[in-house]
């Protein structure tokens, strides 16, 4: 089984940038769809982004598309989450999530423990 781990959020100021690690066990993560969610406070989570197994195809949620950046290192078994131009309402527990071999474009098999990230007027 994979297990994932999420690491780099922290507080930063509105209009700063946060790079998300998201590290995974296994020999096979160019297997996995990689992708990113958030939860806020009294909020459902939401789904952020997803990138593709060797990392030639992205897509974003509307809310963060063009300020963020999904990316993915395959030798280190890592997938990113660039935050740029980060606003108060992008304050959120961060997911990262994988997809098996088989899941279907919407189903997400492995999750990480999450990652708070704050940002402050």
């Known amino acids: 089984q994979v297990q994932l781990v999420e690491s780099g959020g922290g507080l930063v100021q509105a209009g700063g940038s946060l790079r998300l690690s998201c590290a995974a066990s296994?020999?096979?993560?160019?297997?996995?769809?990689m992708g990113w969610f958030r939860q806020a406070p009294g909020k459902e989570r939401e789904f952020v982004g997803v990138?593709?197994?060797?990392?030639?195809?992205?897509r974003y949620a509307d809310s963060v598309k063009g300020r963020f950046t999904i990316s993915r290192d395959n030798a280190k078994n890592t997938v990113y989450l660039q935050l740029n131009s980060l606003k108060p309402e992008d304050t959120a527990v961060y997911y990262c999530?994988?997809?098996?071999?088989?899941?279907?474009?919407?189903?997400?098999?492995?999750w990480g423990q999450g990652t708070q990230v704050t940002v402050s007027s």
């Open positions: 296994g020999r096979t993560f160019s297997n996995y769809r």
């Open positions: 999530a994988a997809a098996a071999p088989g899941s279907s474009v919407s189903e997400y098999d492995y």
């Open positions: 990138i593709s197994r060797f990392g030639g195809s992205a």
